[in-house]
């Protein structure tokens, strides 16, 4: 089967098998959000982005292998909810933005600043830092080196816009001017874009919305 991108809560788990990464995408909770659990195919290393809720599904995602590292996107409560259980589950190291770090009431043990590279057994995230939905929020890069990038934006980028910016004009701009200028501007329309809520989509499929975005304001 083709991966798409869509889950339902209480629904299988899609996975996006690349040469080197396997994506496992999976919905949970009551505000429908998106775990990803990332997979290095040559060593078997895990790596999970927002362990969000229903601690018990994502530790069956895990499976045996365990997961070295729970990377959390940003601060707000929905995508920390089962953080705790997982982390005394699997001994993973947390990670998150740097300015989000004191917003999530599991210990970080690797606070994350722009450009940061977050291993997964031998593939290579790279941190993105955007401020406006919240002041620490990051987005991670995979480069597939085999193929294009694939992006995990958390509540920053969706299909259709960027997160919610809570009707703050300066924090708009700065989500915005942050998501053009350190994705749209650096990486291809093949990107693979991963949100924290509903489907995917692609970097080429909204770049012709950047402006008319702006003129919105949201």
């Known amino acids: 089967m083709p991966y798409l991108g869509k889950v339902e809560v209480g629904g299988p788990a899609e996975v ?8 496992s995408k ?15 195919r040559r060593t078997g290393e895990q790596l999970l982005i927002d362990a969000a809720n229903e601690a018990q599904t994502l530790l069956t995602l895990i499976g045996d292998d365990g997961v070295r590292s729970v990377v959390t996107t940003h601060q707000h409560g929905d995508h920390w909810q ?9 001994g993973a190291r ?3 933005g740097r300015e989000d770090v004191d917003g999530i009431p599991v210990a970080t043990d690797t606070p994350v600043d722009d ?10 995230l790279t941190a993105r830092h955007l401020v406006g939905h919240t002041p620490g929020s990051i987005a991670l890069v995979y480069d597939d080196p085999q193929g294009h990038p694939h992006v995990f934006t958390g509540d920053c980028l969706f299909p259709g816009g960027i997160g919610n ?10 989500l915005l001017d942050d998501v053009e200028n350190k994705l749209f501007a650096e990486l291809p329309d093949e990107t693979w874009v991963y949100p924290g809520h509903g489907d995917d989509t692609t970097l080429g499929a909204e770049r012709p919305h950047l402006a008319e975005w702006r003129e919105r304001g949201w």
Not at 17 to 22: A, C, I, R, V
Not at 115 to 124: H, K, M, P
């Open 94 to 96: 947390t990670l998150a």
């Open 26 to 40: 999976v919905a949970v909770g009551p505000m429908n959000n998106n775990a990803y659990l990332l997979r290095c």
């Open 16 to 23: 996006h098998e690349l040469s080197d990464l396997m994506i």
């Open 82 to 90: 089962a953080l705790a259980e997982v982390v005394d589950a699997t």
């Open 165 to 174: 910016t809570h009707d703050d004009p300066a924090k708009f701009v700065s």
């Open 115 to 124: 450009g940061d590279r977050i291993s997964v057994g031998e593939c290579t």
